[in-house]
């Protein structure tokens, strides 16, 4: 990203120092892509991941 422009939406997400697994997060069967931003969004926001610019 350029320096000094803001994240689409004003959110800034971080996933530095997470040791959970894709699979811990997303679980072990196939999903469809929106089942898959649905489960990372809760993992976002259940890990306090996300900040307001």
Known sequence: MAKG???FGGYSISFKG???SVESVF????IGPSEMTKKLWAYVK?????GKR
């Open 5 to 7: 422009k803001k994240a």
């Open 18 to 20: 997470c040791k959970d």
């Open 27 to 30: 679980g072990s069967s196939a």
């Open 46 to 50: 259940r890990k306090k991941l996300s």
